[in-house]
């Protein structure tokens, strides 16, 4: 079974810091996707990577799939009150589901 | 921007009920899923769907869940005889190639 494990589970900061929210698996993904979910909403996807050692930049959303496709983060540089929601990430294997961490809380005081 | 449809917003049904949830993806994906979400809980995959047919399912799919497409743009999951622990958020995903699925805001069940 593979499961995606994402640490911390809560973060509550202030306007202006930095933070870093990890996914971590011991199974092998084709791909991870970045999801950001609002209350009563729907996950909304962020990004995707496909490729081992694969950064990409999403304004100040950086994230990055390691190396042996185990893993992931997603650093946030000078977090805002706008980006406080439930960061989810979702791993892609070869068959159709993705599976999904429980989620990082994330909360900017301003 | 299209996106996924999903209908209604929120559903109660009394247990042993019927329910269908109703979805529109967006309209050149050709690949369907439903996941759920139990409150506080992880997203679970229910089912995929593809050429009319399902694809994968997991073992929460068992013999009360079905799915449909009825028509060239609907996709409908029906509970037969809904069970108190059905309650839960249940989201419709579509894609229009492999690893990018994308969600609709969900239907709220309720199970009384």
């Known amino acids: 079974t593979q499961l995606l494990e994402q640490s911390p589970q809560f973060l509550s900061i202030q306007e202006g810091e930095n933070l870093t929210v990890y996914c971590n698996s011991s199974?092998?993904?084709?791909?991870l996707q970045w999801y950001r979910q609002e209350p009563g909403e729907g996950p909304v996807l962020l990004v995707t990577?496909?490729?081992?050692?694969e950064v990409k930049k999403l304004k100040r959303l950086t994230f990055q799939f390691g190396d042996a496709r185990k893993d992931s983060s997603l650093h946030i540089t000078a977090a805002q009150p706008g980006d406080t929601g439930l960061y989810l990430c979702a791993g892609g294997g070869g068959s159709e589901k993705l599976v999904f961490g429980k989620g990082t809380k994330l909360t900017v005081n301003p | 921007e299209p996106e996924v449809t999903q209908t209604p917003s929120h559903q109660v049904t009394q247990m042993g009920q019927e329910v269908i949830l109703r979805c529109v993806p967006i309209s050149n994906h050709l690949y369907f899923y439903w996941y759920r979400q139990i409150l506080g809980q992880k997203v679970e995959f229910l089912v995929s769907?593809?050429?009319?047919?399902?694809?994968?399912k997991s073992e929460i799919f068992d013999d009360q869940f079905s799915v449909e497409r009825p028509d060239g743009s609907n996709f409908t999951l029906k509970i037969r005889s809904t069970k108190l622990e059905d309650s839960a958020m249940y989201f419709c995903a579509s894609r229009p190639r492999k690893n990018i699925q994308y969600f609709g805001a969900g239907t709220r069940l309720s199970v009384l």
């Open positions: 990577v496909v490729t081992g050692g």
């Open positions: 199974s092998v993904f084709s791909s």
């Open positions: 769907f593809y050429n009319n047919e399902i694809s994968e």
